[in-house]
């Protein structure tokens, strides 16, 4: 958030993205039509497509695929989809070598089963949960697999063990396993619970109504669980997420008690543990190249289970239905794959049967603002000529892996055997490249969120280190006991008003042909920024050498940075505590706006400094509006950000006729205006007024009439009903219900 004083980004100019040009029209405005988003530059960044090599799987479908830490992925069961053949068989792939290789494994082998959840817990373990048998017999078992040593156990558990499901979500909190949905009995129907297995004791707790789904995503973050996408019980996709508060919930906080009775009177079930079974000696191989272990027995637990209506979820249940808008990835059309990083969920369409890699995209909502944001078109992302049929993500948040195989035969090699093989290539995708800090780096949620929001904002986590100590006395002179020892001077504020871009351009540049001119030397010069010398060096790889070759610098204790004023001063307070932009209890002069970010992403990629590279892209991305578009389109430029650049100038393009009235534009230099004004293709025009009132559906979002957004619908919770005002502008697309 800003800092205390500090004025947030007005809402209009958060939320102009979603104004229609019908609107615009209204007030006489001009819209620029380009054919494509941008020019195409080819030089930004796509993932690479990689063909793995030794016993690639073939045709599994509704297997688990699970990322396990050291460049692994594990895949279990599935079934093949020519024979109907379902197996129990383990997988690994190597992410360095690129191989496929069968994994002996011992111990309570599981019986073949698909449909089910394979959840990483603690680094070293698989939790296997339910999936359905060769019988198609739902299972409720939780089997684990220890990635050290090979060997599978089935730990006695207790408590209601839940109904026997399939295709359900799994997602762990506080060792706590969560249980969510899936389809189960003769008829598939759909299962609208959640419950949870506590991982200390093993024992069940009882089930809740939450929301009917199955093959939907789940996610715990800010103390809510999160459901999004899926079928509903009327087998439709749906576009909606779901919510439910677990902070403040006995029944979540404490571990359930063994043997407790669930409302029915039922007592908990048997303990059931199966027996030990080896491994199928000189199995029958199967298309797939594997063999299905299905001569192993299958012990189901008893599962007890109300066929009334369990009680609803103790905590506040919520939820928002995207109907439409520009931003918003219809789940009707193409292959989804929804991962979370950061509090954001991120949503890679795929390319089907029925869509090209062109109608393609990859799109992020912000758990804190529930705003989607397009990240890349899908012909920026995806190869022509491939289908990808699992996703699966690092614990960090910073990479996702799709695998699949080509639907083309001129894409095959020599050694592929064939368009069914369903794993025989593998994509990484690295998001950092798209501006996610990472799991590591992700910030704590506001805890006054009630609704969505385009005010809200981000803060990143506090450095708790020496730095973030210290942090306390920066900018603060010698003489009052802060044991500053080094001072920094920059670009004086006068000459930023006047002569630099926002505050955050230092240097003009011939943006056609990149040669740099670098400002006076007898530009201004700031007041002092006093600092901490042991923080610069520990922290500022670029200061340490200086300092360690004696440069001017180590004789005269001063340093002279030609850059804003400002941007400087956010950049030496990063250094102490690894954020840019501080909460509301700091010094609100050092809290820095999306001009100073720009800045700090060029001084990131002067320096290297991928950390403070990360932070600012992050931000920029998710803050773009359009008094600094054309700022962040021309620092993006600088520092070779080409995702981010291209971003910029897309958003330019829809809003043109307002960016070109912001002071960043007019201040842009002569061949900055010139190349911005050419990011639109050969094709485009401007069009306005009453032609641009007769236009309908161009890009899918426009409609004449002026018709507006949908209205917002009441938020209904479990223990109660708030009806919201409607904001026309702010909540386009959305849809409370």
């Known amino acids: 958030m800003s800092g205390a004083g500090q004025p947030s980004i007005p809402s209009s100019s958060m ?4 104004l229609t040009p019908a609107s615009a029209a209204s007030s006489n405005n001009t819209y620029i039509m380009p054919n494509s988003p941008f020019k195409n530059r080819g030089d930004g960044y796509r993932p690479k497509v990689t063909r793995t090599l030794g016993q690639r799987p073939a045709c599994l479908v509704n297997a688990s695929v699970t990322y396990c830490g050291n460049n692994q992925i594990y895949a279990f069961g599935g079934f093949d989809q020519y024979t109907d053949e379902v197996y129990n068989h383990v997988l690994r792939l190597d992410l360095v070598s690129h191989q496929w290789s069968l994994v002996d494994n011992y111990g309570d082998i599981p019986g073949v089963r698909m449909g089910h959840t394979a959840t990483l817990y603690k680094g070293d373990k698989l939790l296997v949960f339910g999936g359905e048998n060769e019988h198609r017999t739902y299972l409720s078992d939780l089997i684990i697999f220890d990635l050290k040593t090979a060997h599978w156990t089935q730990p006695q558990v207790t408590g209601p063990i839940p109904k026997g499901r399939a295709r359900h979500a799994a997602v762990l909190h506080q060792d706590k396993l969560f249980i969510i949905g899936g389809i189960t009995g ?11 297995l506590d991982l200390k004791t093993f024992t069940w707790s009882r089930s809740w109504r939450f929301v009917g789904r199955f093959d939907h995503s789940a996610y715990i973050w800010g103390e809510r669980v999160w459901v999004f996408g899926g079928l509903s019980e009327e087998m439709d996709k749906v576009s909606d997420i779901w919510w439910l508060d677990l902070k403040g919930s006995p029944a979540f906080d404490s571990p359930p008690q063994i043997g407790s009775m669930d409302r029915s009177g039922m007592a908990r079930s048997a ?14 191989v199967g ?3 594997y063999a299905a272990n299905s001569r ?23 939820a928002l239905k995207f109907v439409n808008g520009p931003n918003v990835p219809s789940q009707g059309q193409g292959i989804h794959f929804h ?32 705003r989607w944001q397009k990240l890349a078109d899908g012909r920026e992302i995806f190869k022509p000529g491939y289908r990808w049929h699992y996703c699966t993500m690092n614990e960090d948040g910073t990479k996702a892996w799709l695998l699949g195989c080509p639907t083309e035969p001129n894409v095959l090699d020599h050694g592929g055997t064939g368009l069914e093989e369903y794993l025989s290539d593998i994509m990484e995708i690295d998001l950092r490249r798209y501006g996610f800090l990472g799991n590591n780096f992700a910030p704590e949620p506001r805890a006054d969120f009630t609704r969505p929001s385009s005010r809200a904002r981000h803060i990143e986590q506090p450095s708790k280190g020496l730095g973030c100590d210290l942090a306390k006395l920066f900018d603060q002179p010698p003489e009052t006991g802060s044991g500053t020892d080094f001072i920094v001077t920059a670009l004086s504020r006068e000459y930023d008003e006047d002569e630099i871009i926002g505050s955050a351009l230092v240097h003009t540049s011939d943006a056609m042909d990149g040669d740099q001119t670098w400002l006076s030397p007898d530009a201004p010069t700031s007041p002092p920024i006093h600092v901490h010398r042991l923080i610069l060096q520990a922290r500022w790889p670029h200061f340490a050498r200086l300092w360690s070759s004696q440069m001017a610098e180590f004789h005269t204790k001063k340093m002279h940075i030609p850059e804003p004023y400002s941007v400087v001063k956010a950049f030496l307070y990063y250094l102490y505590t690894d954020r840019i932009d501080p909460g509301s209890e700091e010094d609100e002069s050092i809290t820095a706006d999306l001009s100073d970010v720009a800045g700090l992403l060029v001084m990131s990629n002067i320096y290297n400094i991928p950390h403070l590279r990360l932070l600012c892209v992050n931000r920029l991305a998710k803050e773009l509006d359009v008094d600094h578009a054309c700022i962040i389109w021309y620092c993006a430029g600088m520092a070779n950000e080409e995702w981010l650049r291209k971003r910029a100038a897309t958003f330019c393009m829809t809003h043109w006729g307002r960016v070109v009235r912001t002071l960043g534009f007019q201040r842009l230099p002569r061949a900055a205006l010139v190349e911005l004004s050419q990011e639109v293709d050969m094709e485009g025009r401007v069009v306005g007024g009453d032609e641009l009132d007769l236009m309908v559906g161009i890009d899918g979002r426009y409609h004449d009439g002026g018709s507006g957004a949908s209205r917002r619908k009441g938020s209904i919770s479990s223990n109660h009903t708030q009806v919201l005002e409607s904001e026309l502008d702010e909540d386009e697309g959305m849809e409370m219900s």
């Open 339 to 370: 991962v979370y990083s950061s509090g954001t969920l991120l949503d890679f369409v795929t390319p089907a049967a029925t869509i090209s890699s062109k109608e393609c995209s990859l799109s992020a909502l912000d758990l804190g603002s529930l």
């Open 271 to 284: 303990i059931s543990p199966r027996p030990s079974y080896p491994a199928a000696q000189s199995p029958i």
């Open 296 to 318: 192993t027995a299958q012990v189901n637990p008893p599962s007890f289970h109300l066929k009334t209506y369990a009680p609803p979820a103790p905590g506040a249940v919520s």
């Open 186 to 196: 003769h008829d598939n129907y759909v299962l609208d619970d959640i419950c949870y």
């Open 287 to 289: 298309s797939s190249g």
């Open 15 to 18: 939320t102009t993205s979603t």
